[in-house]
């Protein structure tokens, strides 16, 4: 829809080498004025920063080592700030914008709208997540998260058809 209305699109993600940069040496890996720029020098809070370790741990299968979840928990952030960073250009530049983006980074209580709420309170951000349907969850509520605050983490979920998926952790063992 985005593209057939012609609408202008904007890179918005971190470079590669960047990213793994990150992930690898954490705060450390970027200098101070832009974690200062971004709001990455804003912490989370306690339960948001255990919810995103539990994640990261969980999303690599429990195979990561320990010390290496605080820097990739970082670099999820940083990605998170840097796509609330073009976001807020492409509104500058258009007076509004659409980020299409992964639900982990549709999340208001960590993800990119919690950033673009950092930097520019009087924007009005709206998430929305893409949810697929699972056989016998009927209950609208039981498919967006809660934030450490008890809050959905989205403003509207649409649902979609369940697609096949494989088993990721299933291959990650493979390839150690």
Known sequence: AAIESRFPLY??????ETMMKVAKQGPEALPADERARLKLDVRLGDANDAASLAEIEESHCGLMPKEALKPMAFAQRYRDAHLADATLMAAEKNGSAILITGNE???TDRGVPWYIRQRAPEKKVISVMLMEVEEGKTNPEDYVGKGPDGKPVADYIIFTPAAPHEDECAKMRKRM
């Open 11 to 16: 890179a918005g993600d971190v470079p590669r």
């Open 105 to 107: 980074h549709a999340r």
